[in-house]
């Protein structure tokens, strides 16, 4: 009779700015069979790798400035854990944030992590509130918009909790990587472009249609998050806010 089949699969990410020759170096004496090979799955560069069958591989891949995604593929549990254990090693005497999971047919067998902490702390620290919402689905659905745009993004407890909450009557935030400030003027600039193009109403003063969005100071970029969310520039006290380019009247149109 034959056995099942069994997958063993490790996924884990380095927070360093070392380069390929730098890891190379500390990650020979524990593997002396590590290596720079070309062609990469995620950059379509070099990468480091350690092992060069096809289920014994493990991949390191310069992701960005400060980060590697590791990848690795087995059918021996006890083998595969072993091996990271080594790495975790090798990479914590060099001080090397990392974290390493070691999946079994999809379910969890074990986790690694140094220092880890740090970066989730540091991500957090790096989010700055957008918007409010009583409703997850509101909530996912606004943070999906954003994340197209590649701005990262996370719902929270208006508490401060974290995590997701389901159901309705619950303070929820969408929280943007302030981070992504230049993809988030980038957005302004559109969204500007947009409302400039469409002149629903006329200035009080002179009657021109030649006016432009003004978003008050203390909004920023995230008045212009709120526009692209909500598909108007809502600013806190209800009203949009226009600026006449002919007579330089400042003026204002209640959202409906």
């Avoid at 047919?105 to 880890?116: F, K, S, T």
């Amino acid at each position: 009779m034959n056995e099942p089949d069994t997958e063993v699969a490790v996924y884990g990410q380095l927070a360093t700015s070392k380069s390929l020759k730098e890891l190379l170096a500390i990650l020979s004496p524990a593997f002396p069979q590590a290596c720079i090979a070309e062609s990469s799955q995620f950059i379509g560069g070099r990468y480091v790798r350690i092992g060069s069958g096809e289920n014994d591989r493990i991949c390191f891949e310069k992701c960005s400035d400060s980060e590697y995604l590791i990848s690795c593929d087995g059918e021996d549990p006890e083998e595969v854990l072993g091996i990271v254990e080594r790495l975790a090693r090798a990479l914590k005497s060099a001080t090397i944030i990392h974290r390493f999971e070691v999946f079994q047919n999809d379910e969890l067998l074990n986790g690694i992590a140094y220092r880890w902490e740090e970066v989730e702390a540091a991500d957090r620290a790096a989010m700055v509130v957008v918007s409010h919402y009583t409703r997850i689905e509101d909530a996912q659905k606004d943070a999906a918009r954003l994340s197209k745009r590649g701005i990262r993004t996370a719902i929270v407890h208006a508490g401060g909790g974290g995590g997701l909450i389901a159901g309705t009557g619950t303070s929820l935030e969408l929280q943007v990587d302030s981070r992504d400030i230049e993809k988030m003027r980038e957005l302004e600039d559109e969204i500007e472009e947009e409302m400039t193009s469409e002149r629903p109403h006329n200035c009080p003063k002179c009657g021109s249609k030649n006016y432009e969005p003004h978003l008050p100071v203390a909004e920023g970029i995230f008045g212009a998050l709120s526009v692209f969310l909500r598909g108007k520039p809502k600013a806190m006290d209800d009203y949009l806010h226009y600026r006449c380019n002919d007579c330089h009247c400042y003026f204002r149109v209640r959202v409906t």
